[in-house]
Structures are given as C-alpha cells and as structure tokens.
C-alpha cells in the first residue's frame, strides 16, 4: 500500500497541471509546452491563434531570441490570461493578432477590442519599452472555407479592424494591415493563400513577413 501512495504522489508531481485554465486541453498543453520551454530576456514574440501558431518565424525573420506564442483556438480572453508571464520577460517586440476566433465563438466586437485594450495597456504599462504591432485580422474566404461557423462575419471582421486601428491611433500599438497584401477585392483571404478558406499557405507568411521587413519593423 505504501508503495502504491508513493507511486501516485510521484505521478501527480509529474504531470503538470492540466485542463485548469478554462480554455481547452490543447490551450493547457501548449501553456505546459511554452513554459517548459521558457521566455528569454528581450525576445521578439509572436502572439496569436493557430495562424501565429503555424508559422515558420525562425526561418522566415532570421530574428535572434524569436519565440512563437500562438495556441490553435485561443481567442482574446485566453492571450489575456498568458500574456502576464510573457511581459513579465521584458520582450523587446510583439507582434499580435487576435480575434477570429472570439467572433466565430460569437462573441461581440466591443468585448474582444476591449480584452485588446486591455493587452496593450498591460504590455506598455509593464514593459514600456517593448514595440507592439497590433495586426489586422484576415477575412477568411468564404467559397473555399472548410468551417461554417465562421462563414459570413466578413462585416464583423471589417468592424474589428476599424476599432483596431483606433486603438492604434491612440498611440497603443503600431497598427500593421495586412489586408491589402494578402486578401482579394472581395475583402477576404485570397484563395490561392489558404488550404481551409482561414489558415495560411506557406506563400501567406512569406508575403506577411516580407512587408513587415519592407516596413522595418524587421530587420532584413
């Protein structure tokens, strides 16, 4: 019996917590992940969903101390409650995007740019020397999307980026449209970028990424 205690209280030190965030088991894997892995001092950080989550920024920026804090699924409440342990490393640039998934989730416009807000003001008010580069959300497309519960919110996402762009010109954030580069004349995501009418082809984060060096808000 002793043995048995000992063997499951060894197990349960073992095993991180798990599925106690309130955002899903993949959320509180990835958290697990992103901890183990650690945050260094002065990073560049990428902060977003699965199209943050998906893409190759070690290769394509060529940026020393980058890391990728995008999780699959998140939405605006949940890069609210993780950003803490990432401001709290003093990164030097971070790069957000946030909020299709609250508005698939059908969660308000008003509500996802105020948990926006909310980052921005944590991020300049605990590190004010971190750049932050608040990006436009991308219209899926709907001819080719493969999800229906985000199908016909394109004039929910127009709204999102019009309240984003004001909180830019705040002074909150650098604002960064990617729209004209990446979606089509209809304002949606252009069919030969995606494989799902949402998520990004490998050309999506080359064209994303060459317009932010073009910018310089990369280095070339």
Known sequence: MKRILVALLALMIAIPTMAQSGFGDYYDCRLAAHRKAGMPTGALVWMGD???EQGW????TKEQKMVNRGIGGDNTRGMLARLPEIVEASPRKIFLMAGVNDLSGNRPVEEVV???RKMLEMI???APACEIYL???ITPNNEVLAYAYIKNKQHLMRQLN???KALCDEGLATWVDLRPILENDEGELREELTKD???FHPEAYILWTDYLKKMKYLRK
């Not at 920024?57 to 394509?60: N, V």
């Open 50 to 52: 699965s199209i943050t």
């Open 57 to 60: 920024w070690d290769f394509l």
């Open 114 to 116: 105020a948990n926006v």
């Open 124 to 126: 300049r008010e605990q």
């Open 135 to 137: 990006q436009s959300v």
């Open 162 to 164: 019009e309240q984003y």
């Open 197 to 199: 009418g949402i998520h």
